[in-house]
Each structure stands twice: as structure tokens, then as C-alpha cells.
């Protein structure tokens, strides 16, 4: 059980909010981010569950029984040869939804629970919404996620599965998130963007990488790069365990989008710090093709300050990663393949490192797109 006390503070002001109400930006409109000092005990943690709840004293969830889980984490940790170099990868398609999105979504749902609320609201084109889909269902908490027209239908159907009222809006994604942003107004928004417990789920995936390796950190972790919901978890995660004295140095964040839809690298390489809202081609990689991600700013001075780089990746280095990937017995995501793509980049100037990567989500959830591709 968790005693220190979790705050929201206010990214632009440093304001500081309460977290026992419900609530997603500053009073002036501002991303929060959440002050909370994580705690480690390494020879509890040892003896628990392998689920990412044996974290408990990192985890700002103040009453067990509010919390709603389905044993997830502790993915395994494979080492795998990229034509002739090697990497550690997360197993991270073996989610019970088939991504990683129920790192957030397990902690964000427990405080649902926690704050007694009844009803969430969340936008999205895929995975969070799956997920947030499924905790949900698992709480007994109704849900609404709103969709974008072009929404991928096996990922539809999964969310209908977990009893989800779905909520299409004739538009793209902006359109889509305008709506949520209208029925945030008085149901509580289960943002994946927004809401700063959700990076509080994620962040567990740089603690079981640490425990993996003996609770050292890795020299680099290539990562992918969308809204960031993995590398900004990945960033306070690493950043814990740094505070807590328990790894010596940061690993260099290695961020990975795609070429045609790429804002992020595009700031990068201008060596701009603000990262404005791109135009955007159509690619495989759909999971990450974000325009104008709210957090861009954030994650850009997150890799800068590991020393980390960012990588785009085109569609045939995609199609060529999700190929090779199959080839050795794992079926993931064409999504998932634009980060290994990343990686076989990284990988060809790197010497002697220690690296970490994952296969974010499962293949099984775009049978359409991949039956495509393989003609
Ligand atoms: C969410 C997700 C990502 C990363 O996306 P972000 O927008 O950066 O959070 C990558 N791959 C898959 C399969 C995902 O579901």
C-alpha cells in the first residue's frame, strides 16, 4: 500500500491539484503531469506475483482492493538476432488485449475504481481504446470510446466485445477528440493522452526491464513514437529508479515513427523544441500516425535529455521488418513493425550496447492488413 501522497502539477504553471477529483487539464488549460516519489522494495517485489502490480509501493493506487488487474506484465524478455546484431524484446503482444496499452490502462481503471466513478469516456482509432474497453467491463464501469470513421474493424469488434457503447463520429481524429472533449465535460475522461495515471502503467515496462537485467538499466531502449504513451512511460520509469539509487544512468530513449507521418523527427532534425502538426501520408503503421501529438513537446525533451535520437522508418522498411519478424515465429503488428524497423536501424550503428526493444501489439488484430501485404 502506497502512503505518499500523489499530486497533479500543472506542466505550464507548476500548479498543483488534488488527484481524489476528477480531472485531466489545469484550470487554464494545461497537460498535468503527476508529482508522485515511487518506492522500491527489491526483496518484496521479489516475492510477489509476476504481474506489474508487485510494484506496488511505485504504483499511486492508495487501496488494494480498487485494484482491477488481469495478472498483467512481466512480459518475457527474448533476445533476438537482426541480422547478425542482438536485441532483448518485450514481449509486449501478450497482453490479454493484445497490447501493451493495458500497462495504462490497469492503473488508470483502478483509480476509476478508486474514485468511485461509474461511467468513463475515451477516444480512439485502436489499442487504448481496447483496453481501456476491457478494464473497464472487468470493473463493472460503463464506457463510451468515440471513433474515427476509418477505424479498424477487428479492432471495433473487440471493443464491442468488452460491452462498449461505440460512439462513431463522421470525421478523422480531431473531429473524434473534439467530441470526447465535449462529453468530458460531465463523464470522467479516460484519456490515454491526457490523464497522467496512465503513464503511470507504462512506466512499468522500464521497471521489469531493469529487474530482467539484474536491476541494471540497458544502454538504450528503441521505443515507439506516437502520442508516446510508452516513451514517456518509459522515461519516469527509468527516471524512478534513478532517484531511488537503484540504476546508475539513463538509457538513451531511441524513438521511432513513421516516415510519412513523422512530426516529431521532423522537429529533431530542425533541432527545433516546439514540434508543430505535420501533414500527414497514409502508412502501415497506423498505430502511431499522430499529426499533432499533445504531449510532442514533452517527449522531444525527453529523448534529448537521455542523449537519445529519433528515426523514421518508410513503408517498405515496415513491410520488410513485419516479414522477418514472421519469419522467426512472431506475429505482430504492422504498427509494431515500424519500432523493429527503427531498431535494425539503430542496431547498424551501435556496438557492443545492451538493447532493449518490444513488439508492442499483436498481429491477430490486423489478419485484413496483413492478408494485403502478403498478396
Ligand atoms: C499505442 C501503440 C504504439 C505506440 O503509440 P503511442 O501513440 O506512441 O502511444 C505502438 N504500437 C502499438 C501496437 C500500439 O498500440
Known sequence: MSSNKAQFISTATGEKYPVNEPRWLSNDGNLLDLQFEAEFDLE????????LWRYREAIPIVNNEHIISFDEGFTPLLPIDFNGKQALIKQEQNFSTGSYKDRGA??????????????????????????IAAYAAKAGINCAIYLPADTAEP???????????????????????NAAFKAASHTFYASHCYNPYFYQGTKTFAYEVCEQLGWK??????????????????????NDLLKAGIISKMPKI????????SPLYQAYIKGENIVEPVASGPTLAEGIAIAAPVRGNQMLKMVEATKGKFFAVNEQEIKESLLYCGKKGYYIEPTSAA????????????????VVSLFSGHGLKSTDKILKILG
Open 44 to 51: 518484496k517485489i521479489k516475492n510477489r506475483k509476476p504481474n
Open 106 to 131: 490497469t492503473v488508470l481503471l483502478s483509480l476509476v475504481k478508486e474514485l468511485g466513478i461509474r461511467e468513463v469516456i475515451q477516444d480512439s482509432s485502436g489499442n487504448a481504446g481496447c483496453a
Open 155 to 177: 479492432k471495433i469488434a473487440q471493443m464491442r466485445m468488452y460491452g462498449a457503447k461505440i460512439m462513431r463520429v463522421p470525421g478523422n481524429r480531431e473531429v473524434t477528440a
Open 217 to 238: 538499466a540497458p544502454d538504450a531502449v528503441v521505443v515507439p513514437a506516437g502520442n508516446g504513451t510508452l516513451l514517456i512511460g518509459c522515461f519516469i520509469g527509468f
Open 254 to 261: 531511441i524513438a521511432i515513427q513513421a516516415g510519412n507521418c
Open 339 to 354: 519500432t523493429i524497423a527503427g531498431l535494425q536501424k539503430y542496431l547498424k550503428e551501435s556496438d557492443d550496447e545492451t
